[in-house]
T-cell receptor
Framework: SQTIHQWPATLVQPVGSPLSLECTVE??????LYWYRQAAGRGLQLLFY??????ISSEVPQNLSASRPQDRQFILSSKKLLLSDSGFYLC?????????????FGEGSRLTVL | GNSVTQMEGPVTLSEEAFLTINCTYT??????LFWYVQYPGEGLQLLLK?????DKGSNKGFEATYRKETTSFHLEKGSVQVSDSAVYFC?????????????FGKGTHLIIQP
């Protein structure tokens, strides 16, 4: 069976510090991978998605970036965090061949920028 | 573009009450429709889905029917429990074959009182 893990679960960072959130999927190959952000009262916002190694599509211009160095690894980064980057970040995957199928989510990472 | 509209709540019910959470959507073509549930501090879990008109998705006593004529996918449960307290998200996937994830509603916060 397939599993998804993301870490760290909780992070408190000062403004201007760097960020790295990591997500890995096990039990499948060539998944589509996604990063969403959930801010209080604002639902889910798609940040990035990837259909393959090194292929990143950005949905929202911001100071965040994403990378996919391996087939089942997806990393969300920032060089300098802003207060507005605080939120709950969710990684998700989908079977690559099912462009209309459901997403499977990780446990989430709570980021607080002070 | 695609969009999903759902009541945000909070919706407060007594245990064993009947639940309806409304969801309507705007999309081109024939999207697949989903309900996700999020418990406090956790990621999203797929609750049920429907992939074509008149399909009924069901799971754990919850059900929803894909109504193309009214562009709706309302979530229902006959008798709710305290453990059903959570945030519920309605979502749709593009029928155009794009890999850009799901479009989510803003979520409905459900509170069940004993």
């Amino acid at each position: 069976s397939q599993t998804i893990h993301q870490w760290p679960a909780t992070l408190v960072q000062p403004v201007g510090s760097p960020l790295s959130l990591e997500c890995t999927v096990e039990g499948t190959s060539n998944p589509n991978l996604y990063w969403y952000r959930q801010a209080a009262g604002r639902g889910l916002q798609l940040l990035f998605y990837s259909v393959g190694i090194g292929q990143i599509s950005s949905e929202v211009p911001q100071n965040l970036s994403a990378s996919r160095p391996q087939d089942r690894q997806f990393i969300l980064s920032s060089k300098k965090l802003l207060l507005s980057d605080s939120g709950f970040y969710l990684c998700a995957w989908r079977f690559g061949r099912l462009a209309t199928g459901e997403l499977f989510f990780g446990e989430g990472s709570r980021l607080t920028v002070l | 573009g695609n969009s999903v509209t759902q009541m945000e709540g909070p919706v407060t019910l007594s245990e064993e009450a009947f639940l309806t959470i409304n969801c309507t959507y705007t999309a081109t073509g024939y999207p697949s429709l989903f309900w996700y549930v999020q418990y406090p501090g956790e990621g999203l879990q797929l609750l049920l889905k429907a992939t074509k008109a008149d399909d009924k998705g069901s799971n754990k006593g919850f059900e929803a029917t894909y109504r193309k004529e009214t562009t709706s996918f309302h979530l229902e449960k006959g008798s709710v429990q305290v453990s059903d307290s959570a945030v519920y998200f309605c979502a749709l996937s593009s029928s155009g074959g794009g890999a850009d994830g799901l479009t989510f509603g803003k979520g409905t916060h459900l509170i069940i009182q004993p």
